[in-house]
């Protein structure tokens, strides 16, 4: 089920709310309902995917319990290999078997074996990606006694379950709404509810309003790469670097909203990030959750920045070639990482041997083009595309020559301008504290219903995907 | 600390600006007093459900796209299905055979097919039209005439076979149509029409409308029909035909937005529809057993349209499924399916499409001449 739905707003949502508020005396049924209304949610596309979900969350629960319970230290990593291995070997055979399969056979077929392996047509599981980390977390605390297990199997299923994050995160580790599941039994908090509405209509609003908007100028200049020359080439580029950001942006808020309304706080996933003023900085504010994620769960056990300085840069780019291969099966994504570890690399240096502060204006205008420029690989559906993107953005297709205003107009710059502006100047939904009055209430409303509106051209979320 | 929202400066401009008057001040304070949680999400929550409400009451007393029960205005675009049952009432009688498909066989002329098969037939193409129509249309024939047809002619586009798009709300919208096939709308289809209601393009279309109905100017412009149906459902192309004529057509356009249209369309596409196939295996057999002869045919697509679909989409693909699965049909039915589908099967000329999919009439006898070749004995040889 989408967030941006009929089905989901008219129905779903205001079903679950009342239901949600009206069992606050009844803190087991309660997450019972929880747990089964996100099945259902989760359901709504494949149901048959509920079942991995389950299996996942049993295996979890159960090695959970059993790292708590055990008294060595080698019983305790044999239960961790189990969870990684469960929810690591899920995540392979779903999503990386294709990739692994036609690799390979492109391989074999260079060295002159024909192909030799059949190329499996497996459906990815929406969320897989984003459940099997959470799930993972929660072994990984356990086991380094971070947290205690979860007080019961239906509160880690909650946890695991809840329907807010449940597809495209926040990534939300137990440790962040463990206290939040033990207060189960509280009367809603109308203040909360408030900045639910907010951050839940704020992310409708850039999702719909603007996301989808510039994805109109992306998505039809993407369909023909090889038509792309410089002024298309880099409108495309622009356009999709707004709507990822707002497209993902705009569904953590939802989520966030949403978290709100059932009286959870969930962690911040966004902080302005075009507005980084280094790629390091980029990162800090970028999917802040998956960052955080890599560097407590990767980064730091592959030895961080403790044994000098060329053993952190290693650590950098095998974190961030894994980064990017977690985003999706392909050569792009793994070639995205790279990128961004190299970045990160540069960054390293340049700040320890060279170390100039440029103005802020500069420094941000400079990381906006990196990321960018990394934007063509995440985007590209191969390598072929992202070498014709590249070459059209460096000019080496040619130059339009009869660009007009109509043209640019054409090409949704008036569009992808004021995303730009938007996303450079305005206040971060976190920062800015709305005035809860009569006016913000209309405008707010007028708003959502504009949103709901525009659902009858119905879009996925593009993080889905990963 | 988060920056305090007085320091907002459009905020303090406006502040400035409603200190100026008595009523924008009396106004501006008002919006602008904080409300207690509680009655600030209440309030949100109205305000939008009683937007909402107008928004869908609005669309369904305008209903511009004759999808719901009311009638207070003239819709705001044509409605074949309507057009065509009203059309056909007035000749049910002397009609023997009918010609089903979507908008790309409304150029099939009856006359040219009476000269060929010595039978009278109907055109009953309709926009979008999909198997669930033509299993509406043919029940509707027999609820009207009594009997099943002597010949049906049906015209198949691939992207009629598509397993994501729902059923068109127009035929939902045609009692005399819904009422033969209502059983077989799931219910989730329904509910999409019902959704349909707080969409932003039919309340966009919905302004338009009234405005049609209220401005002189506007209403003047929508007598002037670009398209009109003859007496035997053929479609007459008014504006693209004088304009054609002029030589100020713009035809790359034309092949542009077909194109457009259909990239999205085998975009989101992911196999043919099983229970669209089961549609019309139900209509070819059904007509089979009562003595009427089917013949099955696949639709065809401009040369440059069909290189862009080939290119860019899995249309091959889905072409390739389709052409096996109605060969497989006609096969098991008995009936005959004869593959239109590109120029060089019935000698076409590319010149004569209106658009990147809507042939015009020498083509259409060009392929009518393929399906019922002249010799009365070649005419099943074709198999």
């Given at each position: 089920m989408l967030f941006n739905s009929y089905v989901f707003i008219l129905l779903f949502l205001p079903l679950v709310l009342i239901a949600w508020w009206s069992l606050a005396h009844w803190p087991q049924v309660r997450l019972c309902f929880l747990v089964g209304s996100s099945y259902i949610f989760y359901g709504w596309w494949h149901w048959e995917f509920t079942l991995l979900l389950l299996a996942s969350t049993l295996v979890d629960y159960y090695v959970g319990i059993g790292i708590h319970r055990s008294r060595t230290t080698y019983a305790k990593r044999w239960l961790l290999s189990l969870s990684l291995v469960s929810n690591l070997g899920m995540l392979a055979y779903f999503k990386y078997c294709g990739f692994f399969a036609e690799s390979m056979n492109q391989l074999l077929d260079a060295l002159r074996f024909g192909t030799v392996m059949n190329v499996p047509e497996i459906i990815l599981p929406v969320g897989i990606s984003f459940y099997t980390f959470q799930t993972l977390t929660y072994s990984i605390d356990l086991y380094r006694g971070q947290v205690k297990p979860a007080r019961s199997f239906l509160h880690f299923a909650a946890y695991v379950s809840?329907?807010?994050?449940?597809?495209?995160?926040?990534?939300?580790?137990?440790s962040d709404v463990e206290n939040q599941m033990q207060e189960l039994g509280k009367s809603p908090d109308w203040n909360q509810q408030c900045h639910g509405l907010w951050f839940f209509v704020v992310g409708m609003s850039q999702k719909i309003l603007i996301a989808d908007s510039v994805a109109k100028v992306a998505t039809p200049l993407l369909a023909t790469p090889e038509a792309l020359q410089f002024v298309t080439g880099w409108s495309a580029l622009l356009a999709y670097t707004m709507q990822l950001y707002f497209d993902f942006a705009g569904y953590s808020n939802m989520a966030i909203g949403l978290g709100m309304m059932l009286g959870f706080s969930f962690p911040q996933n966004f902080d302005s990030p075009y507005q980084a003023t280094s790629i390091q900085n980029f990162w800090r504010r970028w999917h802040m959750t998956l960052s955080s994620f890599l560097r407590d769960y990767l980064y730091i056990p592959l030895g961080g920045n403790r044994f000098g300085k060329l053993i952190s840069y290693r650590n950098l780019i095998v974190v961030m070639f894994l980064g990017g291969f977690w985003h999706g099966a392909g050569w792009t994504f793994i070639l995205w990482g790279l990128l961004h570890g190299c970045l990160l690399v540069l960054n390293g240096l340049y700040r320890e041997h060279i170390g100039i502060v440029f103005p802020r204006p500069i420094a941000i205008a400079f990381t906006f083009l990196c990321v960018m420029l990394g934007w063509v690989l995440f985007r590209s559906t191969d390598l072929n595309m992202a070498m014709l993107w590249y070459r059209a953005i460096l000019g080496l297709n040619g130059i339009e020559r009869d660009l007009s205003f109509g043209t640019l107009a054409t090409l949704g710059f008036g569009t992808t301008v004021f995303a730009s502006l938007f996303c450079w100047f305005a206040p971060n939904t976190w920062n800015y504290r709305p005035k809860f009055s009569l006016g913000t209430a209309i405008v707010l409303s007028l708003v959502f219903v504009l949103c709901v509106m525009r659902f009858d051209a119905e879009s996925p979320f593009l993080y889905f995907q990963f | 600390m988060p920056p305090e929202n007085a320091a907002f400066v459009p905020i303090r401009i406006c502040n400035m600006l409603a200190d100026r008057t008595c009523f924008s001040h009396m106004l501006w304070h008002r919006f602008h007093t904080p409300l207690q949680p509680k009655p600030f999400a209440i309030a949100v929550v109205s305000i939008a459900l009683l937007c909402l409400l107008c928004v869908a009451a609005l669309n369904w007393l305008v209903n511009p796209y004759r999808q719901y029960s009311s009638h207070l205005l003239a819709p705001l675009i044509r409605d074949s299905r309507s057009e065509k049952v009203a059309l056909f009432e007035l000749q049910h009688s002397t009609t023997e055979g009918l010609i089903l498909g979507s908008s790309r066989t409304m150029k099939f002329e009856p006359s040219y097919l009476h000269a060929r098969t010595n039978l009278r037939y109907f055109n009953f193409g309709v926009n979008h039209g999909r198997p669930e129509d033509f299993l509406a249309i043919v029940q509707f024939y027999k609820n009207s005439t009594g009997h099943f047809p002597k010949s049906v002619l049906i015209g198949v586009d691939v992207a009629s076979l598509n397993d994501v798009v729902p059923n068109d709300a127009r035929l939902v919208a045609e009692p005399k149509l819904y009422s033969c096939v209502r059983n077989k709308i799931p219910w989730a289809e329904e509910y999409d029409r019902l959704s349909q209601l707080f969409s932003y393009q039919q309340f966009v279309s919905s302004i338009k409308s009234l405005r049609n109905c209220f401005v002189a100017n506007a209403s003047e412009a929508v007598k002037k029909p670009m398209e009109i149906y003859d007496p035997d459902g053929v479609i007459q192309y008014l504006k693209r035909q004088a304009e054609r004529k002029e030589g100020k057509y713009d035809f790359e356009k034309a092949i542009q937005h077909d194109q457009k249209e259909l990239m999205s369309v085998f975009g989101n596409m992911?196999?043919?529809?099983q229970r669209r196939l089961g549609y019309l295996k139900e209509v070819v057999s059904q007509c089979e057993q009562q003595g009427c002869q089917v013949t099955l045919f696949l639709t065809a697509h401009h040369p440059t349209l069909r290189s862009t679909l080939s290119r860019k989409t899995d249309f091959e693909h889905f072409e390739r499924d389709a052409k096996i699965t109605l060969q497989r049909i006609a096969d098991e039915c008995q009936a005959r399916f004869v593959d239109l589908s590109t120029l060089d099967t019935f000698d076409g000329d590319p010149n004569e499409f209106v658009d990147g999919i809507h042939p015009l009439e020498p083509n259409t006898r060009l392929m009518i001449d393929r399906l019922f070749p002249k010799s009365p004995e070649a005419q099943y040889a074709i198999q």
């Open positions: 809840m329907f807010p994050q449940l597809i495209a995160g926040p990534i939300v580790r137990y | 992911t196999k043919l529809s």
